[in-house]
T-cell receptor, first 119, second 110 residues
Framework: DAGVIQSPRHEVTEMGQEVTLRCKPI?????LFWYRQTMMRGLELLIY????????DSGMPEDRFSAKMPNASFSTLKIQPSEPRDSAVYFC?????????????????FGPGTRLTVT | SQQGEEDPQALSIQEGENATMNCSYK?????LQWYRQNSGRGLVHLIL?????REKHSGRLRVTLDTSKKSSSLLITASRAADTASYFC??????????FGQGTRLTINP
């Protein structure tokens, strides 16, 4: 089975340009997560969706960032306008809920990431 | 802020030795998970330990959980060069999202 697919793998753009990152979660997973990873801040959760609905976007840095999940098999993370401080690796992950009594367990499956460089 | 804090930040050992990494967290959890990240790759799930479990094994991995101390440890026995990676703990407090620590960078020297 294919894992989480992200595109592009690398993106270099100039400050002020719009950037769109794409993610295809694992088929059958109903939760999707967007993370950003930098040396300084580590791995940060930006937003996550459950059944295509945004649940928690408190990690989105500012209004320049937006994310959508129009259907169960596709999500985008858009930065407009981009700034040099947005340079990072952006990961998408999807999860499979495993029931344990009344407490669901979630293991997340990560994509390979998109390395974004804003000059 | 990060829930999990790994210790040490970096660890370098000889091949064949055991590697131990620790994770501390602040709030109550449903489960704690460990992930590995090879350079330039996404994170890969290694093992999950539930809040009512104290120890779990998977191959050369051994995870312990002490909820009274809010801490966990990951032991990798008989380390190999291929174990070189960063290791992250992640806590699940029931809100569905995981909160990751800063990670331990493990280097296995041949």
């Amino acid at each position: 089975d294919a894992g989480v697919i992200q595109s592009p793998r690398h993106e270099v753009t100039e400050m002020g340009q719009e950037v769109t990152l794409r993610c295809k979660p694992i088929s059958g997973h109903n939760s999707l997560f967007w993370y950003r990873q930098t040396m300084m801040r580590g791995l940060e959760l930006l937003i996550y969706f459950n059944n295509n609905v945004p649940i928690d976007d408190s990690g989105m840095p500012e209004d320049r960032f937006s994310a959508k999940m129009p259907n169960a098999s596709f999500s985008t993370l858009k930065i407009q306008p981009s700034e040099p401080r947005d340079s990072a690796v952006y990961f998408c992950a999807s999860s499979l809920a495993l029931r344990w009594g009344d407490r669901p367990l979630y293991e997340q499956y990560f994509g390979p990431g998109t390395r974004l460089t804003v000059t | 802020s990060q829930q999990g804090e790994e210790d040490p930040q970096a660890l370098s050992i000889q091949e064949g030795e055991n590697a131990t990494m620790n994770c501390s967290y602040k709030t109550s959890i449903n489960n704690l998970q460990w992930y590995r990240q090879n350079s330039g790759r996404g994170l890969v799930h290694l093992i999950l330990i539930r809040s009512n479990e104290r120890e779990k094994h998977s191959g050369r991995l051994r995870v312990t959980l002490d909820t009274s101390k809010k801490s966990s440890s990951l032991l990798i026995t008989a380390s190999r060069a291929a174990d070189t990676a960063s290791y992250f703990c992640a806590t699940d407090s029931g809100a569905q999202k995981l909160v990751f620590g800063q990670g331990t960078r493990l280097t296995i020297n041949p």
